[in-house]
């Protein structure tokens, strides 16, 4: 039999259609991924405060991390898609991914790990940043082992509209219940309870504890990214008739004159990094310009109100995608989270309290973006599977992660300028002036808001899928059988 006749006869047209609990347990992704998340986002405070490294530092650190992960990513991404040893006994994609995820906790743990006294000793400062450097580059080397080959096992496990928004919800769904639970409450109190932010001890026990939770979560979310028989016979003939992967030159050459996906890529990237902005601003903003305490009410709660916020978004931007398309949602959605950094601004003359209010506006057009941004990169990649007629989705995902890998450098780069016109250094009450507290202030509002406003309007002029060019792109993938 011909590589073209195989080829048809395990096409779409023969999926046996995925169990309700495939949603669900793929769902868990989102936590088992946002654990690594939630604690990675505090490397940075804990560089700054616990091992006392300058900001300027910490930028060249990230710096450091973010090109060994650029270069790392499309590598990954590029020979994901060539292998083949174990597709047919295990999958594409799930092997890449479990080893990935069961690697990747370990290293995060030795982040935390300050292996010298700094405070009593400074000059032990350097071994300590060598340390931190090393470890966050293995740590990230096994998260892009299983993030891209994740990504890129989503729009070829879930095919249709339908199954992606099944997918989505479930994914949503899960997410609002572990975030509520962990990272907004049960990981601030674990954190107190052991010591609270001036403890390095605090830090490492919150780590462990939250890592044994991550390899509970790991065992049935193993079972949603797994390849079933169907799948993995597909994925086989794909290879044998070389439509996983092209030439390195050839795959460059056509993803960068993607316009729709470097589109993706450009909203993305921004989008990430005026995200970090926030994220990693909070606690400066929350623990040293207001003084709160880390399991306090007060600090506890504004994330709160996002989380919540963010569920609901989600779910109210679903079946708008369905009936409006994911183009017109996400530009939608990124005019309205651009607005939500710009209110927050105000607080500047208004008082903190406000802050809740404009969280639960900034909640709904979070969980938009979200929501519109999976279904954008997925409908991307359809569109270039056509085009190209192949399946190569980890080099296309390794690509947007050269970009996204400079998040934080960029992210790290912004506050320490701002520490550096502001004189504000975290872990000196002395420098905690009304100047700093506006540049921290700055740091989550006013630039992320300008960030966004540049890539919704990038993307609005670059991005051309609209509804019925994704409808159409869903039905031509099943007659080609790609």
Known sequence: MSQSNKLNDTNLRFRTPHKEVKYW?????????????????????????ILLIPQITIFMIYLIYSTVDAFNDPIIGYFADRSTRFTKKYGKRFPWILLGRIFQ?????????PISDVLNAPGNLTLSIVWLIVMMC?????????????????????????????????????????????????????????????DPDAYLGTVIICTILFYIMLIPFSYGVYENKEIRAFRVQLDQARKSYSAIKESLIRIFTDRNWMAYVIMFTLYSIAGICFLNGLPFFFFDGLGYEVDSFKAILPQLIVLIMTFVGSLLFIPLVKKYGARKCGIFSLILFSLFFLLLFSIIILPVTFLNYFCIFGGLSYGGVIVTGIYIGAEAIDNA?????????GTYYGILRIFTAYSY??????????????????????????TAYIGLLVQISLIPFFIMLIGMI?????????????LRNTEELKEIGL
Request: aromatic share 12%; with cysteine; glycine share 8%.
């Open 25 to 49: 347990a793929w769902a868990l992704g989102g936590p088992v991924g946002l654990i690594m998340t939630n604690l990675w986002g505090r490397i940075q405070y804990f560089s700054a405060h």
């Open 458 to 470: 990038i993307f609005t002029l670059m991005y051309t899928i609209k509804k019925e060019n994704a």
């Open 138 to 198: 293995i740590f990230e080397t096994f998260g892009t082992t299983s993030e891209i080959n994740q990504s890129a096992l989503f729009p070829d496990l879930f095919r249709t509209q339908n199954e992606r928004s099944k997918s989505i919800r479930a994914g949503q769904i899960i997410s609002i219940i572990y975030q509520v639970i962990i990272p907004a409450i049960t990981i601030p109190i674990i954190l107190g309870r052991l010591g609270g932010l001036d």
């Open 105 to 113: 906790p370990i290293f995060l743990i030795f982040c935390f790990i």
């Open 385 to 393: 599977v056509i085009k190209s007629g192949k399946r190569e989705e």
């Open 409 to 434: 450098a960029l992210q790290t780069l912004i506050f320490a300028i701002v520490s550096l016109f502001t004189g504000f250094a975290s872990g000196d009450p002395s420098t905690y002036t009304i």
